[in-house]
């Protein structure tokens, strides 16, 4: 992208920033809360490009003065003073360019929601149940390490420990925007517990990554829902409590279910099922995007296809590899004790790589 280009853009963006901050200082705004959270999210969003852009903007007519000086100039210290300036931001600059390219790149909408988890036992039978407690643990321990908060929705637990299927929200900043590289299935290679000859066995889980959807996102008709009530039940199938209290709705349109059973309140389990509905309902259409970018882009870092294998962990090596981005670690525990944000990082640099080769294809 040329250099007026980039600062053309930037003025673009200027004026909007601007306009926003008139349209939010409007008292009558709060009476369209839903505009007002639009808007509110766009000026975060645009906000780090303005900071960054007049950072960019300083060093560029600075190193204008600063060439100016070189030629105009008598003084040999000065001269070596602006030389030496120059040299500096000439090799500032272009970092600067790329880090504004990044940051131009439309920021999937999706990003700053909250998510919810869900961790399926796959092939392998128990050890895939007890790889599952893993992975749980694992995102317990990254989620602690973030400051974010973890509930369990639902839950269904393994024969010989962790879970046959997991369902968890996540709330925070940018939750989804992070934990969305972690849909796919999980490969572990290790000697189950229960083998007694030592081999090392293939077991999997999958792991899916869904935006909470917020209430202005999905308009739910009531009559469409169908509500019933249950006794909550532990592990084996032996009731909890003798109240009424766990849920389960069903959306009549879609066929969707989902239940919820984990809190002693009846009006706490609707109201969590019910912004579990919202989400999975919100997905249907979400799916449908990530398919499409799934197939513009060859990395499938950030796609629908949750049944492609994305990292396999390997105990007797203690390794870890991305099969995305062929990264691999040789601090296996380290890992599954919630360091995953390495991993992250490189991944969102991959897709932001991606995007910002397919938008210079495009223009």
């Given amino acids: 992208m040329p250099e007026n280009s980039l600062l053309t853009k930037l003025e673009g963006i200027r004026h909007r920033y601007e306009s926003l901050q008139q349209q939010l200082s409007d008292p009558s705004l709060v009476q369209d809360m839903k505009r007002y959270v639009t808007l509110n999210k766009e000026y975060a969003e645009v906000k ?121 929200k996540i709330t925070g900043t940018g939750v989804y925007g992070v934990l969305k590289y972690e849909s796919g299935v999980h490969r572990v290679q290790r000697v189950p517990q229960t083998e007694t000859q030592g081999r090392v066995h293939t077991s999997a889980a999958s792991v899916a990554v869904l935006p909470e959807a917020g209430e202005f996102d999905v308009e739910l008709n009531e009559k469409d829902i169908r509500k019933d009530t249950f006794c909550s039940s532990g592990p084996g199938g032996q009731s909890v409590n003798t109240t009424y209290s766990a849920i389960r709705l069903t959306h009549i349109p879609s066929g969707i279910v989902v239940q919820c059973q984990d809190e002693k309140s009846q009006l706490k389990n609707y109201d969590k099922a019910l912004a579990e509905l919202r989400t999975r309902l919100y997905n249907m259409e979400y799916e449908k995007y990530l398919n499409d970018i799934s197939a513009k882009r060859k990395t499938m870092v950030s796609t629908g296809d949750r049944s492609a294998k994305i990292r396999t962990y390997n105990y007797p090596q203690s390794r870890v590899t991305d099969h995305r981005i062929n990264y691999t670690m040789h601090n296996l525990p380290v890992f599954m004790d919630g360091e995953i944000q390495e991993v992250i990082d490189l991944l969102q640099i991959a897709e932001n790589s991606e995007r910002l080769k397919d938008d210079s294809s495009d223009s």
């Fill in 48 to 168: 780090p490009i303005i900071q960054a852009g007049e950072k960019y903007c300083s060093a560029i007519r600075n190193l204008a003065s600063a060439k100016e000086l070189l030629l105009t100039e008598k003084d040999e210290e000065m001269r070596e003073f602006a030389k030496e300036e120059v040299a500096l931001l000439e090799e500032k600059i272009p970092v600067m360019e790329q880090q504004i390219k990044f940051l131009l790149i439309p920021a999937d909408p999706q990003d700053s929601k909250n998510a919810i988890m869900e961790i399926r036992a796959g092939t392998g039978g128990d050890e895939a149940s007890i790889f599952a407690g893993d992975l749980f643990r694992m995102y317990s321990r990254f989620t602690e390490k973030k400051g974010w908060k973890l509930e369990i929705t639902g839950v269904s637990e393994g024969t010989s420990g962790g879970f046959k299927e997991i369902i968890f």
